[in-house]
């Protein structure tokens, strides 16, 4: 259903989970990217890549240096790569 009303983006908790629609979509803009730029948490906004970029520099930034980890993980085909853009 969500990959029908292409939304590809899922989340448990702070766990982002992707599908790849194999196909262009117009969730990377600009305007996106500046919503979560000024969002305080990435749980206030829909899920997205740019929600876990958030969470690691707020991480950064709260966590007294300590470092921050992304892992991601998929089957061959599945935008491991797009999603690391």
């Keep these: 259903v969500r990959y029908s009303r292409e939304q590809i983006y899922t989340r448990v908790a702070r766990i982002l989970i992707a599908v790849n629609p194999f196909k262009m979509l117009a ?3 600009a305007q996106s990217l ?3 730029q000024r ?3 990435s749980l206030d ?3 997205h890549i740019y929600g876990i970029g ?6 950064l930034r709260k966590g007294e240096g300590k470092n921050q980890a992304v892992l991601i993980s998929g ?3 599945a935008g491991k ?4 853009k």
């Design 27 to 29: 969730i990377y803009s």
């Design 34 to 36: 500046e919503q979560y």
């Design 39 to 41: 969002a305080g948490d």
């Design 45 to 47: 906004l829909p899920p």
């Design 54 to 59: 958030l969470d690691a520099v707020n991480g």
């Design 75 to 77: 089957e061959s085909g």
């Design 81 to 84: 790569t797009e999603s690391t």
